[in-house]
């Protein structure tokens, strides 16, 4: 949008049931700060919103297994988080939750509304209960196996290891999260929003209207849109949430999913009267701040669901980033793989800037990225402290020792080259970072401030005015040159503190005291002037932007990260997932002992569905045509009661290839393909962990 007449951001409300880390961070609330901060330095009108997503599955669970209610759960963690955000300066304009008045009224308003219009299929459907607990089982109350990776610890709204999107109906050897019971089938009704509905509109608004989103965003919507979208329950069965604000509707409580956006608009409205002016008219900018999970819900149901409202403005952009790895493992808050942000501030107090540096220096951007305390220490001591603090810091000592403490003048007509590539840089600079920032490029931005200071270091190097200044006996001119080169290096670092700022603000803040000039001096639209300080202006002693951090500080970092794993707040943090030994079926006894010989005889190989269809006559056979790569092979398998022709095209399997031709039902079957039972009797695949060569060899 150009030229917006508002800005409206938000950064996906992060989950009452454990405390932020540093994955967190460099995903959503930090790029949102930045961005944030760099429009209010352009005097732009923007909102900044967040809070605490108090409601699903997860906060239930964990009060239940602590003994203590949901809202207790949601108060602890919603403090931790909330001061975590404040003091990493993430300046949010309302911290809210999702658990307060405005926002149980305000969903449901809306959950009303699309209901008065029709929008909502009304479906009873046969779900998974859990018959000792009472409770039905729907996303996280229910674990099983992934049938895509093979996770066993999958949940029934996603696999976490594999990412991929999941119905409970899809787990292998489904449990129950609460009792870990085999869960039994049940009726109950639910509010179902038919997306496909809204398929061909979001393929126009979002396919067409917005090839300029980031391509692990974009990428990520086409693939959801191109497989087709589904009728999505909005609703569950569940005391903790927001109740449905229908007459037959006890015990039901909106979808988490459904109701957390809205969160953005109930936090508005406790914001401000003028709520509406960001929501509704057409010429404000919104833009949600995410990580990659959050794709789906932020670029398909959300929009769905505003455009199925009305009167709201659709997001303009989505710049959600990747995963952050630590020390090259994904972040498990389970296992306690993580660095927790209110543990960082503790061991490093007054090193908050330090760690915005480093998470926006290596931010997952457009991939998933790595976190190492070697980097973090690396960046720290030869980037921020050898470079940015290092010119900074040599200006100041220079000038106190060198001009007396005060600015000095710049004599224009003695500029020489080197001067004027110094200022056509600052200028040139301001543009580049400005431009970057538009883009959503955080890390590109914020080298091109590093590389300003760099340029500082260089200039001055080569300027040497330590060693004009032993010539100032026999030349007292010598001095204009000196002056002339902190001069210019005074200026630059009041531009570095402007263009920093949006980074790393409590750095700014700092060089705005050594430089003894008032806020307004950070106002974008003075980077890239010359004329920030005045001359003659005396300045105050220089004090340390960075400390070196000690190689004993990272090897502590290293160790408490290896041995957390038994930390106890962070044992609490999701509900530990099962362990595989548990959720095994009991294995069936071992048939007599074979040499490799006889085995060696099976030829099995890897094969795709490329066709499936019943057998008449026949409940339990499939006929399936199977592509082994050098041939398309017709197998007559009974899967029929387990398996949907419709749903197990493009699986890939593992077929006997050389079984002796046999006939079923008048149909030569050439092979079989190998599947699991398990203890109740249902049958699966058993698949390659990921897509391989069609006719690749098992063995
Ligand atoms: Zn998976």
């Known amino acids: 949008m150009n030229n917006p007449a508002r800005y409206l951001v938000t950064a996906a409300l992060p989950y009452a049931n454990g405390p932020v880390h540093i994955g967190h961070l460099a995903g959503c609330y930090l790029p949102a700060d930045i961005y944030v901060r760099f429009l209010r330095a352009r005097k732009k009108d923007v909102k900044f919103i967040g809070g605490s997503d108090e409601h699903g599955v997860p906060i239930t669970i964990r009060a239940l297994k602590e003994g203590i209610s949901p809202q207790q759960v949601v108060d602890r963690y919603h403090a931790i988080i909330k001061e975590s955000m404040e003091q990493m300066g993430i300046s949010f304009d309302i911290y809210s939750r999702t658990s307060n008045t405005t926002h149980h009224e305000t969903a449901a308003a809306f959950f009303k509304k699309l209901y008065d219009a029709g929008c909502f299929e009304e479906r009873e459907t046969e779900q998974y209960f859990d018959e000792q607990t009472h409770t039905f089982l729907a996303d996280r109350y229910i674990t099983g196996t992934c049938p895509v990776c093979a996770n066993p610890t999958a949940y029934g709204d996603q696999c976490e290891k594999c990412g991929t999107s999941l119905s409970p109906e899809q787990l292998i050897n489904p449990r129950s999260a609460l009792s870990d019971a085999v869960p039994v089938k049940k009726k109950t009704k639910h509010w179902y929003f038919p997306l496909q509905q ?21 990428g990520q919507c086409k693939s959801w849109l191109d497989s087709g979208l589904h009728p999505r329950a909005m609703t569950r069965d569940s005391n903790w ?10 015990g039901k409580v909106l979808y988490v999913w459904f109701d957390a956006p809205i969160g953005y608009i109930s936090a508005t409205k406790e914001l401000t009267p003028q709520w509406a002016d960001y929501w509704c008219k057409e010429d404000t900018q919104l833009v949600h701040f995410i990580g990659k999970d959050n794709i789906v819900f932020h670029c398909i149901i959300f929009p769905a669901m505003l455009k199925a409202h009305g009167g709201f403005v659709l997001p303009d952009n989505v710049p959600a980033n990747e995963f952050l790895n630590i020390e090259g493992d994904k972040v498990s808050t389970s296992r306690n793989w993580a660095v927790w942000v209110h543990e960082y501030l503790k061991d490093f107090p007054g090193c908050e800037d330090v760690l915005r540096y480093v998470l926006c220096a290596n931010a997952p951007e457009n991939k998933d990225n790595d976190f190492t305390w070697r980097d973090f220490q ?3 001591n030869s980037e921020l402290v050898s470079i940015f603090g290092n010119f900074v810091n040599r200006t100041w000592v220079l000038m106190h020792k060198l001009c007396g403490g005060k600015v000095p003048k710049l004599h224009e007509e003695l500029m020489d080259e080197k001067d ?11 543009f580049k970072i400005q431009n970057l920032l538009e883009e959503y490029k955080f890390r590109d931005a914020l080298y091109e401030v590093i590389d300003l200071s760099r340029s500082g270091n260089k200039y001055m190097q080569e300027k040497e005015p330590w060693i004009v200044a032993k010539q100032l006996a026999e030349n007292p001119e010598a001095q204009k040159s000196i002056d002339n080169c902190l001069h210019l290096c005074l200026q630059l670092t009041a531009n570095l503190a402007i263009l920093i700022n949006p980074f790393l603000p409590g750095t700014a803040r700092k060089m705005l005291q050594m430089m003894k000039v008032v806020d307004k001096m950070l106002d974008w639209e003075n980077a890239g002037k010359l004329k920030l300080l005045s001359v003659g202006y005396s300045l105050r002693e220089p004090q340390l932007l960075f400390r070196k951090v000690e190689d004993t500080e990272i090897t502590a970092q290293i160790e408490k990260l290896n041995k957390g794993l038994i930390k106890p707040v962070m044992q609490e943090n999701t509900p530990a997932p099962q362990p595989a030994e548990e959720t095994t079926a009991p294995a069936a006894p071992v048939k007599p002992a074979i040499q490799f010989d006889d085995f060696a005889k099976i030829d099995l190989k890897v094969g795709t569905i490329t066709a499936a269809e019943k057998v008449e006559k026949a409940d339990k056979l499939l006929k399936l045509q199977i592509d082994l790569g050098f041939e398309i092979r017709t197998v007559v398998s009974g899967i029929a009661l387990h ?7 493009g699986k890939q399997v593992v077929v006997v290839s050389n079984l002796a031709p046999r006939k079923m039902r008048g149909i030569e079957s050439n092979g079989m393909i190998l599947m699991a039972e398990d203890a109740s009797g249902k049958l699966h695949f058993v698949s390659p962990e990921s897509v391989i060569n069609n006719g690749s060899g098992v063995s």
């Open 241 to 250: 949430g927001i109740k449905v604000p229908l007459p037959d509707a006890e």
């Open 378 to 380: 690396d960046r720290n």
């Open 643 to 649: 398996y949907a022709p419709e749903n197990i095209i």
């Open 420 to 430: 004027r590539e110094l200022v056509e840089k600052i200028q040139h600079s301001k």
């Open 198 to 218: 809204y398929e061909p509109w979001l393929k126009e608004w979002l396919l067409e209207g917005h090839k300029e989103w980031k391509n692990n965003v974009y």
